[in-house]
């Protein structure tokens, strides 16, 4: 059977993800509000951003950067996006 979760990002009840994505609390926080799609979302979000800045994950100034766009992103605040960036029409 499917979890689901009361998704922050969309507002919305939907399935959650299997298992923490991040070990601690933040990853416990994501597990209990962030739905599968809104981490998968992010995901996508977080190479593009990785790949255009490219950020070494080595460097705690680029996880710090990565971290704060995730909680933008996930309570629906101004988020860094790739520069120039269109998301696919549906």
Partial sequence: M????FCKKYQEKLPGLPAPPLPGSTGQDIFE????KAWKEWQGNQTMLINEHRL????????????????????????????????PSS
Wanted: hydrophobic letters at 30%; glycine letters at 2%.
């Fill in 2 to 5: 499917t979890r689901l979760v």
């Fill in 33 to 36: 509000n962030v739905s599968e």
């Fill in 56 to 87: 070494s994950l080595m460097n705690p100034d680029a996880r710090k950067f990565l971290t704060k766009e995730m909680h933008r992103f996930f309570d629906n605040e101004k988020y860094a996006k790739p520069e120039g960036y269109l998301p």
